[in-house]
């Protein structure tokens, strides 16, 4: 599985979107980005993945470029609710392995 | 849909001691796993199985034993507990096995190990 790097930590303004940066360069073609998050050590909660295309659902937003080697998930109104550690994980095409990284604290503030 | 359930929530055992910890889901899922979380890191994976009667080892599974009788139910064994399995252990479940197909977790069981 390929490996990802986040930042350690960001801050948002509440009510404004949060960018989150994943640096994936390494992933290899059939291989699907993922977007968990973890709030106060509850279960990580999907977000929302993607293959080669640009995805985005009730939740969030995910931008692959088109080399893949990097995507950004976008929250387009965050709330303080939405403080939490977000992984980026790169998952293979089979088998249902994630491997987590440390993530990015995401800190929203009023 | 209950999704997955996970009991107990908290657990202290003393060094030797054997448990098992009970995870469910509702979804017809074929896929469960599970993972631990020590303090300040990201989840493990420990044990999973691709269908009932199918299990198979992942990247920390030593001091744990697993079975898939049915489809819903995918317990974790701790055979004779250690310090060292003190943790959150997290199980997930998905439909399929294909990188496609998003993996849903439990709530999480708090085991601490004296």
């Known amino acids: 599985d390929a490996k990802t790097t986040q930042p350690t930590s960001m801050d948002c303004a509440e009510g404004r979107a949060a960018n989150l940066p994943c640096n994936h360069s390494?992933?290899?073609?059939?291989?699907?980005v993922y977007w968990y998050r973890q709030i106060h050590s509850q279960g990580p909660q999907y977000i929302i993945h993607?293959?080669?295309n640009n995805e985005t659902n009730e939740m969030a937003s995910l931008i692959i470029t088109e080399d893949r080697k990097s995507s950004t998930l976008i929250l387009p109104h965050a709330t303080l609710r939405d403080t939490a550690v977000y992984y980026c994980?790169?998952?293979?095409?089979?088998?249902?392995?994630?491997?987590f990284g440390a993530g990015t604290i995401l800190r929203v503030k009023s | 849909n209950a999704g997955v359930t996970q009991t107990p929530k908290f657990q202290v055992l003393k060094t030797g001691q054997s448990m098992t910890l009970q995870c469910a889901q509702d979804?017809?899922?074929?896929?469960m796993s599970w993972y631990r979380q020590d303090p300040g890191m990201g989840l493990r994976l420990i044990h999973y199985?691709?269908?009932?009667?199918?299990?198979d080892q992942g990247e920390v599974p030593n001091g744990y034993n697993v079975s898939r009788s049915t489809t819903e139910d995918f317990p974790l064994r701790l055979l004779s507990a250690a310090p060292s399995q003190t943790s959150v252990y997290f199980c997930?479940?998905?439909?399929?096995?294909?990188?496609?197909?998003?993996?849903?977790f439990g709530p999480g069981t708090r085991l601490t190990v004296l």
């Open positions: 997930a479940s998905s439909y399929t096995s294909s990188g496609s197909d998003e993996q849903f």
């Open positions: 390494t992933i290899s073609g059939n291989e699907y």
């Open positions: 993607g293959l080669k």
């Open positions: 994980i790169v998952r293979a095409a089979y088998g249902n392995k994630l491997v």
């Open positions: 979804m017809n899922h074929e896929y």
């Open positions: 199985s691709v269908g009932a009667g199918i299990t």
